[in-house]
């Protein structure tokens, strides 16, 4: 078996972005973002559980002084998108006349985004952009805007690794891994 393969419960994984293009497209978006909102109030949405990682190096990478908010949603399940969301763990900031940065891990159909960026507008900030690590232009559905700020966009692949999970594993992984043979909706 090849070494570099590692196994996260029933599966497979082998190496798609390294620790170095993880840390290296963040500190360009750490930039574009410190430009994008210089001299606004800015709060960082961070959506949990799967933008732990990325939105804490992201933070220590800007120059601005973002506040930080954590929101929780759950809307996936195994490796395909469940197309609704189920939890949602209140906002409890408050956000008007605020500039907020969604900060998510990955944007697959765009379903959970959609869905938080109505409920951050009930909420009346100045503005609400999404900043994510990943996107899977193929999977996205165009209900939400597509993501301000992207990281990677991304084939339609299961990915794990810096904060994103295989049942609930892999997240702590300094790296970004692809399943071996996607199979899709199980
Ligand atoms: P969406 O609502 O855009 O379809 O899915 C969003 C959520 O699904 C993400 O925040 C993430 O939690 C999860 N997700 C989507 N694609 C992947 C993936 O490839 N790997 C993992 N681990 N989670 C994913
Ligand atoms: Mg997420």
Redesign the pocket.
Known sequence: MNGQHIQIADRQFIPFLSEKEIQEKIASLAEAIDVHYKGKELVLLA?LN?SFLFCSDLVRQMQCDASISFIRVK??FKTQ?SGRVDEVLGIHEDLKDKHVLVV??????????DKLLKIIQLHQPASVEVCSLLF?KDAFLGTAEMPKFIGFSIPNL???GYG???MEKGRKLKEIYQIVDSVKGQ
């Open positions: 959506v799967g809307s996936y998108s998510e891990d990955i944007v697959d159909t765009g379903t959970t985004i899977k299961f990915v794990v994103l999970d295989y």
